[in-house]
């Protein structure tokens, strides 16, 4: 969520004069962790999962399911009695992901129902939307046509950032998502539910002026990205150089999981032609001037072009292991020379350099005027004021000053799931495969630009089942193959005591006596190929395993006990048929759902009735009083039954 510290937050006029001040001591921040830290090691793996959800206001009566607005409230409820149960938790552990749904269920109103659900399908659509209703005229922050002031978290930071983005950019924030077109669908789709002729904001007249497109959805304000729930994960490593090789490792898997875990098509009440939030909240936060964007000459105001949005897709490698070839950062990157110039002078090396230079081309949107002035020795704020608005598909996370907290690794390209199960699956997923990455010293690396690439592949409808994705041949390092391997680990050496724990510290393999004939004595494009879900999942011929099979790789060197195993094995059921195509991602069961409910009239609409029924399925799903054979394993049986524990 970024930083939510309390003061007196600055518009953008007064916040921009502050924004070199922040950025100088920011460095001189990230400096003082960097000299402390930079030798620490021997952190144990502790991890965390975020799972964010949405409460919907049930009217059994108007047959409307509407967004509640009580969410202060509830949290600042739940918040207390967490802080109570946390107090008598075991060492290091919080409630499983079920005890967290069934404690929030007790403290709402009866007709209110917690729901992991990516996108709140009516979000901005005719008609009332939230419980209670809220007139988007009232949108003093975003001014958007159709989201109210209300749906904006009241912490100050929040409608300070969504203002500072409006300001910053010189306009709104205009996303368009292609319309899904059905027989019906009008051609060319104008949406008639945009009050085109409005005139209440300066903004107002964009959306007729091109910033909506022809037979497209259009979305003008932050709250419909940033009010997508998601799935993260967060990850101690041993040490900076640990963090950073599993950093590069996970980095071309967050476009397949991406879309393995799809979950929204249905945006502003109508159908859309993608699976997934990604570039929604991508455009949500772009606060990029024009000229930044690439669509007007640089002002004397604008520093650098900048390809991305802060919120998208890791842009550079960091790891200085030797698999790392210079060759595969193959796009532009800006960085502030001066930033990076600095950081080499104080010992920092310059893969690492220029991705703290790049982060700090942005200007940072939201500064408290209580906290301009801080002791650089033991505050990070300045830092993470920037670093926490970089909305990557990872983040490399390092120690907070004064905390017991390690380098830390953050995964957060995910779609939440329906189900606790299916949350809990993907976790587990992830961080076996974290493991299996580390111990067996894989090599996924892929030329950042086919990384973007599978990003864009992976939103297109269907693109788990329809979609192809460049991935590496051959994972192993050189020297070893999966047939010299054995079944058990993908590396060659004697059998070992199998580990009754996850183990975070392990040895970077040693780059062989031809060391750079085996890493750069063929051409980068020779290093990949295009793959199905179900190759890259399952495997594809005896060279590639495929990553469930790395996984049970990694498991065969773990002492288990069977009741676990099972467990583990039921959630990993759930990713290889996810990816094989005999189970449904959670954006086809509902598309489908929609395309084949009675009042569905064949052309993009998502009523307010069809919204109903289909948020009713989805909590019958979830507490195992509907049956889903298309999208669950026939062993779910609902969230009350299923504890959501990896065991380990």
């Known amino acids: 969520m970024g930083l939510l510290a309390l003061g007196t937050p600055l518009p953008w006029n007064e916040a921009k004069k502050h924004a070199d001040h922040v950025r100088n001591h920011g460095i001189t921040q990230f400096l003082h962790i960097w000299e402390r830290l930079k030798d ?85 659509a005719p008609g009332q939307f939230t419980e209670p209703y809220c007139d988007p005229a009232d949108a003093i922050s975003s001014h958007s046509l159709f989201l109210p002031e209300e749906i904006t978290n009241p912490h100050a930071r929040f409608p300070t950032l969504t203002a500072n983005i409006r300001t910053r950019r010189g306009s709104k924030v205009a996303i368009n998502l292609p319309i899904f077109v059905d027989k019906n669908t009008p051609r060319p789709f104008i949406d008639p539910a945009t009050p085109w002729d409005r005139n209440r904001y300066p903004e107002d007249s964009e959306a007729k002026n091109g910033a909506a497109l022809p037979d497209h959805i259009y979305l003008d304000a932050m709250g419909f990205g940033m009010g997508c729930c998601c799935l993260q994960l967060t990850f101690q490593a041993c040490n900076v150089s640990d963090a950073r090789r599993l950093y590069d490792g996970l980095i071309p898997i967050g476009p397949i999981l991406l879309a393995l875990t799809g979950a929204s098509p249905i945006w502003r009440g109508y159908l859309a032609d993608v699976d997934c939030r990604w570039n929604v909240i991508a455009g949500s936060v772009d606060d990029r001037t024009a000229g930044e964007r690439g669509e007007k000459p640089l002002s004397p105001e604008d520093r650098f072009r900048i390809p991305k949005s802060r919120y998208d897709s890791v842009d550079l490698y960091i790891s200085d292991n030797w698999m790392n070839r210079p060759e595969y950062n193959d796009t532009y990157v800006p960085y502030d020379e001066a930033i990076y110039d600095r950081l080499l002078k104080n010992g920092i090396d310059a893969l690492l350099a220029k991705h703290v230079a790049h982060l700090f081309i942005r200007d940072p949107l939201v500064i408290f005027s209580e906290t301009i002035d801080q002791d650089d ?208 991602t959670a954006a086809t069961w509902i598309r489908n759902f929609v395309q084949s409910h009675p009042d569905y009239k064949q052309d993009s609409v998502v009523s307010q009735e069809i919204n109903y029924d289909l948020l009713t399925a989805i909590d019958e799903i979830e507490r195992g009083a509907r049956k889903a054979p298309d999208l669950l394993p026939e062993y779910y049986t609902g969230g009350n039954k299923d504890g959501g524990s990896i065991g380990l």
């Open 40 to 124: 620490r090691t021997g952190d144990e793996l502790l991890w965390g999962d975020e799972i964010e959800y949405m409460v919907v206001a049930f009217d059994n009566d108007e047959k409307n399911a509407k967004l509640s607005l009580r969410q202060t409230e509830i949290l600042a409820k739940l918040s207390n009695i967490v802080d109570d149960i946390c107090a008598d938790c075991p060492d290091k552990q919080v409630p499983k992901s079920d005890a967290r749904r069934t404690l929030a269920r007790k403290h709402l109103n009866p007709n209110e129902v917690p729901l992991t659900f990516t996108s709140f399908p009516r979000l901005g």
């Open 377 to 584: 020795s033991t505050s990070s704020d300045h830092f993470e004021n920037l670093q926490s608005t970089n909305w990557q598909t990872l983040r490399f996370k390092p120690p907070p000053p004064g905390s017991p907290i390690g380098w830390r690794v953050e995964f957060r390209s995910m779609e939440v799931q329906i189900t606790d199960f299916e949350n809990a699956a993907f976790a587990v997923f992830v961080v076996l495969l974290s493991r299996a990455i580390m111990s067996f010293n894989l090599n996924t690396y892929l030329p950042i630009s086919k990384v973007d690439e599978n990003m864009a592949r992976a939103q297109q409808r269907d693109a788990s089942r329809q979609g192809r994705f460049y991935f590496r041949k051959n994972v192993y390092p050189p020297g070893s193959s999966a047939a010299s391997s054995g079944s058990s680990s993908p590396c060659e050496c004697n059998p070992k005591k199998r580990d009754k724990k996850l183990r975070n510290c392990f040895e970077a393999a040693a780059p062989p006596e031809d060391a750079f004939i085996a890493v750069n004595g063929h051409a980068v494009e020779e290093e990949f190929v295009e793959m199905s879900m179900d190759e890259i999942i399952n495997g594809k011929g005896p060279e590639f395993p495929g990553l469930l099979g790395l996984v049970n790789a990694y498991l065969d060197t773990l002492d288990i006990e069977p009741q676990e195993m099972a467990k583990i094995q039921q959630y990993l059921g759930l990713i290889r048929r996810r990816a094989d195509g005999s189970l449904l």
